[in-house]
């Protein structure tokens, strides 16, 4: 059981199962199978806790990261996967540790506005977008959530409005998402705090180092989230008790400990590893507009699109959201999510998007920037995951979920058990 402290410490991260191998803190040597932001954080915090334990980082690919990159050209910077970070304690304090202060700003005030497209219009999210839902109708679909195991549509009544949430976060129509996995607190998942919960978050707030952030806002890195890989790297690799072993690839939990000659238990998988790891993939796509060509359209964080007959799912307002720049003076960058559901490959119809969603001028810049493999979280999820009956020890985006500070959250709980 968790005390007030650890609430106050890791708020809801406490209500999702920690994959933990139990009998992974008797390890003399742990062998991290994947080198992206959750192998380096567990590497991270493991080994500055425990410099008794030997520790070797395994990566398939020949550099660090994972799926985090950001792209620069000429003065635009985008990222590829995650860009930003909501509010969280845990990711403010590793942006401490690792002595990124100065990089690490909130972000621009001006683009608080998010937006969903019904029917052909931009509707503002608000708390007035409650009642397009019918209040009644929410209270009740929210009391049927807390039975568990539900799906996002069916704790939000609205088709296209869960669905554009679920699009937002996972790449995924609300029918095959887990409305525990993206919502515990509201499906009352997991355990409970020993406090009322409106208490925890006021004690939360007061534990933020560096600056305590407002309501709704997130924060984001100079130069990109590159930049947050690049720090974790150089500091997990002057670690006296690290190795890194890059272009090695590992089959199986079992693969690795044979490789390393250590027991099944003492190896952290963070990686996709079943045939039922299933993922959604979209395209990202930059495109950047001179300021006079995109004034009609206002500064926000970006609006989703749930009308799945456009190929984009969600415009995301980079140039406006980041403290940082991230286009050339005179000039926005949007970021366009494309899931691979609703495209064909041609990237002209995208173009032909982008007219409709943002300007009829032409970009001065259009880069597809890559392909994004995103987890599958189909309702029931997170009641499935069973840590008790865990023979190795799983981490990052396959079992804690998306969001960059459950994988941040996730390291430090399990450092707590060493």
């Not at 608000?126 to 397009?132: E, G, I, Y």
Request: aromatic share 8%; glycine share 8%.
């Amino acid at each position: 059981m968790h005390d007030v402290d650890d609430w106050i410490r890791y708020g809801d991260e406490l209500r999702r199962p920690l994959g933990l191998a139990q009998k992974a803190p008797e390890s003399t040597k742990l062998v991290i199978v994947g080198g992206g932001l959750s192998g380096l954080c567990v590497a991270y915090r493991i080994a500055t806790k425990r410099p008794d334990i030997e520790i070797v980082l395994v990566e398939a690919s020949d550099r660090l990261g994972g799926v985090i990159s950001t792209w620069n050209h000429e003065g635009w910077v985008c990222d590829l996967a995650v860009n930003a970070t909501r509010p969280h304690p845990a990711f403010w304090r590793l942006i401490s540790d690792l002595g990124l202060e100065q990089d690490f700003r909130p972000s621009n005030t001006d683009a608080k506005s998010r937006w969903i497209r019904l029917n052909g219009r931009q509707h503002r999210l608000s708390a007035t977008t409650a009642l397009k839902i019918g209040p009644f109708k929410l209270w009740r679909s929210m009391r049927r959530g807390r039975e568990g195991g539900q799906s996002v549509r069916s704790v939000l009544p609205h088709p296209q409005i869960a669905d554009a949430m679920t699009l937002g976060i996972v790449n995924a129509p609300s029918d095959l998402v887990d409305a525990d996995f993206l919502f515990p607190s509201m499906t009352r998942f997991g355990l409970s705090p020993p406090q009322k919960w409106s208490a925890i978050k006021r004690s939360m707030r007061a534990t933020y180092p560096l600056f305590t952030p407002r309501r709704g806002s997130i924060a984001s890195l100079k130069g990109g989230m590159e930049s947050l890989i690049a720090r974790l790297g150089e500091k997990v690799s002057n670690l006296p008790n690290v190795s890194i072993l890059l272009n090695k690839e590992m089959t199986a939990p079992q693969a690795a400990a044979k490789d390393q000659g250590v027991p099944l238990h003492s190896v952290i998988w963070t990686g996709p590893i079943e045939q039922d790891d299933v993922q959604h993939r979209l395209s990202v796509f930059a495109a950047g507009y001179r300021e006079e060509d995109v004034g009609h359209v206002p500064i926000g964080y970006g609006s989703l699109i749930p009308d799945p007959s456009v190929p984009i799912s969600g415009v995301l307002h980079e140039s406006d959201v980041h403290a940082s720049p991230r286009a050339p003076q005179g000039h926005r960058l949007f970021r366009l999510m494309v899931p691979h559901s609703r495209w064909d490959g041609d990237e002209e119809s995208i173009k032909q998007a982008s007219k409709l969603l943002l300007t009829s001028s032409e970009p001065v810049v259009f880069e597809n920037l890559g392909t994004r493999a995103v987890p599958s979280y189909p309702p029931g999820y997170l009641a499935s995951l069973q840590p008790s009956s865990l023979q190795y020890s799983r981490a990052g985006w396959f079992y804690s979920g998306v969001s960059i500070t459950h994988v941040v959250a996730e390291a430090e709980r399990m450092a707590d058990a060493f």
